[in-house]
């Protein structure tokens, strides 16, 4: 009998203690399984993600969306295909994109994003005009003035784009005065700045706001859904696997072209990885309360 | 130039090599892991720095007013540029930045300090108050307009009334509870120590769902860097 519990002890310790290099390996592995094998994941969108859908959607063609590609490369792999999927929709809609940043790091990765879904569209043999369809409007300093002043004078705050261009003279960006004339802002953030776009764009200028966040903040943002002041919100990369999924079954329809899936992959990986933490949880539980149990007798 | 050569000496290769060497860490502190660091941290400065110069100063600062000033006294050549005065005044606030560097005239840093305040809490204060406290109490204490708000959610999206406004009663009280551990004045004994007891658990759930999402996003960070260098080693010439 003694023999026995002495053993069960010896087990309850050991799994308690696994080296955290066996930890480490095995979330590898449980990682890239997915990734090697390219298991995609067919997920169901969820409420706040299809209140930025549903809103998307039922634009007329010819409407312009912003997006504010706020987030450095740290936040890239989830926030960046929600700005794909996005952009993929706008355009499949006839809605017309116009990108911007509030950070400095985000310069780069909102130009690429956007030049590369201009070239799927291109592929895909519905090429994308600069400058009609889409404009990129890069960096501008001064966050919250920057927010404010577009409600104010669009052309004084963005009086050229990214490439220098007049504003005032390309066909996208001619009629935008101010938020009037903007169907909806889209910030995509690693950061605080929702907040700034909710204070200062909806509260003071009326403007219909979204946010796409990682999954670190989504929970902070969540009460602005329920009180109107985001019409929605696409939350980690779950939020992206949604709206990626959809947005490439629609341009398979449409075009017969399927771009490079990227969320809808990662997400396998991620449930799995989740589940693998899960029951890690419960050996450091089972184990943590057996040996306590132990010590008090 | 072999096509294995050209796929060692490339970009790719080399964030390869340096992904690995700041995952390299998870085993034990190594100098390949520093040499990685030390070289991202320097990077994004020096990209800060130069992407803050050319889409920032340039822009706002320097083609406005200190470039067509110089030129004026005759320190730059060129074609005359046409000079805004009023930048007088933020340039003025951005040297007042660089007195630290005199200890004597170090006070002068309070000048942009007050006024950035004094901006920043007068554009703020009024819309955050707003957005993030009354627009929020509203929706908590079943205020009419957070109400319709239900009604709008729950005919769009099939839910039942019911549901929501319960979904919204937990909300409420919740709330009631996580203020009530907070208060500190009143012991927290009988019924009303439990009802803060109540909060903490409301706390702890909170934290949980917290928790899972910051595990998720930071699975999300590592599947970037894996997908990357999946592609990486695909690139590999067969």
Same mark, same amino acid.
């Given at each position: 009998?003694?023999?026995?519990?002495?053993?069960?002890?010896?087990?309850?310790?050991?799994?308690?203690?696994?080296?955290?290099?066996?930890?480490?390996?095995?979330?590898?592995?449980?990682?890239?399984?997915? $990734?090697?094998?390219?298991?995609?994941?067919?997920?169901?969108?969820?409420?706040?993600?299809?209140?930025?859908?549903?809103?998307?959607?039922?634009?007329?063609?010819?409407?312009?969306?912003? $997006?504010?590609?706020?987030?450095?490369? &740290?936040?890239?792999?989830?926030?960046?295909?929600?700005?794909?999927?996005?952009?993929?929709?706008?355009?499949?809609?006839?809605?017309?994109?116009? !990108?911007?940043?509030? &950070?400095? =790091?985000?310069? !780069?990765?909102?130009? =690429?994003?956007?030049?590369?879904?201009?070239?799927?569209?291109? =592929?895909?043999?519905?090429?994308?005009?600069?400058?009609?369809?889409?404009?990129?409007?890069?960096?501008?300093?001064?966050?919250?003035?920057?927010?404010? !002043?577009?409600?104010?004078?669009?052309?004084?705050?963005?009086?050229?784009?990214?490439?220098?261009?007049?504003?005032?003279?390309?066909?996208?960006?001619?009629?935008?005065?101010?938020?009037?004339?903007?169907?909806?802002?889209?910030?995509?953030? &690693?950061?605080?700045?929702?907040?700034?776009?909710?204070?200062?764009?909806?509260?003071?200028?009326?403007?219909?706001?979204?946010?796409?966040?990682?999954?670190?903040?989504?929970?902070?943002?969540?009460?602005?859904?329920?009180?109107?002041?985001?019409?929605?919100?696409?939350? !980690?990369?779950?939020?992206?696997?949604?709206?990626?999924?959809?947005?490439?079954?629609?341009? =398979?329809?449409?075009?017969?072209?399927?771009?490079?899936?990227?969320?809808?992959?990662?997400?396998? &990986?991620?449930?799995?990885?989740?589940?693998?933490?899960?029951?890690?949880?419960?050996?450091?539980?089972?184990?943590?309360?057996?040996?306590?149990?132990?010590?008090?007798? | 130039?072999?096509?294995?050569?050209?796929?060692?000496?490339?970009?790719?290769?080399?964030?390869?090599?340096?992904?690995?060497?700041?995952?390299?860490?998870?085993?034990?502190?190594?100098?390949? *892991?520093?040499?990685?660091?030390?070289?991202?941290?320097?990077?994004?400065?020096?990209?800060?720095?130069?992407?803050?110069?050319?889409?920032?100063?340039?822009?706002?600062?320097?083609?406005?007013?200190?470039?067509?000033?110089?030129?004026?006294?005759?320190?730059?050549?060129?074609?005359?540029?046409?000079?805004?005065?009023?930048?007088?005044?933020?340039?003025?606030?951005?040297?007042?930045?660089?007195?630290?560097?005199?200890?004597? @005239?170090?006070?002068?840093?309070?000048?942009?300090?007050?006024?950035?305040?004094?901006?920043?809490?007068?554009?703020?204060?009024?819309?955050?108050?707003?957005?993030?406290?009354?627009?929020?109490?509203?929706?908590?204490?079943?205020?009419?307009?957070? @109400?319709?708000? *239900?009604?709008?959610?729950?005919?769009? *999206?099939?839910?039942?009334?019911?549901?929501?406004?319960?979904?919204?009663?937990?909300?409420?009280?919740?709330?009631?509870?996580?203020?009530?551990?907070?208060?500190?004045?009143?012991?927290?004994?009988?019924? @009303?120590?439990?009802?803060?007891?109540?909060?903490?658990?409301?706390?702890?759930?909170?934290?949980?769902?917290?928790?899972?999402?910051?595990?998720?996003?930071?699975?999300?960070?590592?599947?970037?860097?894996?997908?990357?260098?999946?592609?990486?080693?695909?690139?590999?010439?067969?």
């Amino acid at each position: 009998m003694a023999n026995n519990e002495k053993k069960t002890t010896t087990f309850l310790e050991k799994i308690g203690q696994i080296p955290r290099f066996w930890i480490y390996l095995g979330l590898l592995v449980i990682l890239m399984l997915p $990734l090697i094998l390219r298991i995609k994941a067919k997920p169901r969108m969820g409420m706040e993600t299809k209140m930025v859908y549903d809103f998307i959607d039922s634009l007329p063609p010819g409407s312009v969306i912003m $997006l504010s590609f706020t987030y450095g490369p &740290s936040a890239r792999p989830e926030l960046e295909p929600m700005a794909l999927a996005i952009m993929r929709h706008a355009y499949m809609r006839g809605i017309r994109v116009m !990108g911007m940043t509030l &950070s400095v =790091e985000g310069t !780069g990765l909102g130009l =690429e994003a956007m030049t590369r879904v201009a070239k799927e569209f291109e =592929e895909a043999g519905y090429p994308l005009t600069y400058g009609e369809d889409w404009v990129y409007l890069g960096y501008k300093t001064g966050w919250a003035m920057v927010i404010r !002043g577009i409600g104010g004078d669009f052309h004084e705050t963005f009086p050229r784009d990214y490439y220098g261009n007049d504003t005032r003279k390309m066909a996208l960006t001619r009629d935008i005065q101010n938020y009037d004339d903007i169907a909806l802002v889209i910030d995509f953030a &690693s950061g605080g700045s929702p907040g700034s776009w909710i204070t200062y764009a909806y509260q003071q200028f009326d403007q219909k706001v979204a946010a796409g966040v990682t999954a670190v903040m989504g929970a902070d943002w969540q009460p602005y859904i329920r009180t109107g002041q985001l019409v929605g919100m696409l939350n !980690g990369m779950k939020a992206a696997a949604d709206y990626e999924a959809k947005t490439i079954e629609m341009m =398979e329809k449409r075009f017969g072209y399927t771009p490079k899936p990227y969320a809808t992959v990662g997400i396998v &990986s991620v449930t799995w990885a989740q589940i693998y933490l899960i029951i890690l949880i419960i050996i450091g539980n089972i184990s943590f309360f057996a040996l306590r149990r132990r010590r008090r007798r | 130039m072999p096509a294995i050569l050209t796929w060692l000496i490339s970009w790719k290769t080399l964030a390869a090599i340096l992904t690995l060497a700041i995952m390299s860490f998870l085993y034990k502190e190594n100098p390949f *892991y520093r040499f990685a660091e030390y070289l991202f941290v320097g990077l994004s400065a020096g990209y800060g720095f130069a992407m803050t110069y050319h889409l920032a100063m340039k822009p706002n600062l320097l083609r406005p007013f200190i470039i067509p000033l110089l030129q004026r006294i005759h320190i730059l050549g060129g074609e005359p540029l046409p000079i805004n005065w009023w930048y007088i005044i933020p340039t003025f606030f951005a040297l007042c930045y660089l007195s630290v560097i005199v200890p004597k @005239y170090s006070n002068i840093i309070r000048l942009p300090f007050a006024f950035l305040l004094g901006l920043g809490s007068g554009m703020a204060i009024p819309r955050s108050f707003q957005a993030a406290i009354l627009e929020q109490l509203w929706d908590t204490i079943l205020h009419p307009k957070g @109400y319709h708000g *239900y009604v709008d959610m729950s005919e769009k *999206y099939g839910w039942s009334l019911t549901l929501v406004v319960v979904s919204a009663i937990i909300i409420f009280v919740s709330v009631l509870a996580v203020l009530a551990y907070f208060f500190f004045s009143k012991p927290h004994k009988g019924a @009303y120590g439990k009802f803060a007891r109540f909060g903490i658990i409301i706390l702890m759930i909170g934290f949980g769902a917290s928790f899972g999402s910051t595990v998720m996003a930071r699975f999300s960070l590592l599947i970037g860097r894996l997908m990357f260098l999946l592609s990486w080693i695909s690139g590999f010439p067969h």
